[in-house]
């Protein structure tokens, strides 16, 4: 079973979002703020991460920049989520690297598949 880190700070975001992976399968881990992803990040170890843009204490670009440049994480696929659907801002979200973009409101089976994906390609 993969291991999903899902840093959102809105409750019912992370809430709702979590119980649609568990159903599918997948164990998830939760942070609130792009600080608790960092660390949990290192200290959980997850298969991929879903990561907010829009985060409190460290936004989601800086927390994805921090997982990246820290050898023990820099392996770990990112997906940014936000609710931002600009040009600019899905560039923005790969230069801080992440692996792929989605946008909100999440469309599961959209999601799914560039999960599904990732995982794949970190597996091989």
């Not at 204490?57 to 392996?75: F, H, L, Q, Y």
């Not at 600019?88 to 599961?108: H, L, N, V, W």
Request: glycine share 8%; proline share 4%; charged share 30%.
């Amino acid at each position: 079973m993969a291991k999903i880190l899902l840093v959102e700070d809105n409750d019912m975001n992370r809430d709702m979002l979590s119980r649609r992976l568990v159903r599918e399968g997948y164990e998830v881990v939760a942070g609130e703020d792009g600080a608790e992803g960092v660390a949990k990040a290192a200290g959980e170890r997850p298969d991929i991460i879903l990561m907010d843009m829009g985060l409190p204490v460290m936004d989601g670009w800086e927390a994805t920049r921090a997982i990246k440049a820290d050898p023990r994480t820099a392996s770990i696929p990112v997906i940014a989520l936000t609710a931002h659907t600009t040009a600019s801002d899905r560039q923005m979200a790969f230069e801080a690297g992440c692996d792929d973009y989605d946008t909100k409101p999440i469309e599961m089976a959209r999601l799914l598949g560039k999960i599904e994906h990732l995982l794949r390609g970190a597996g091989s």
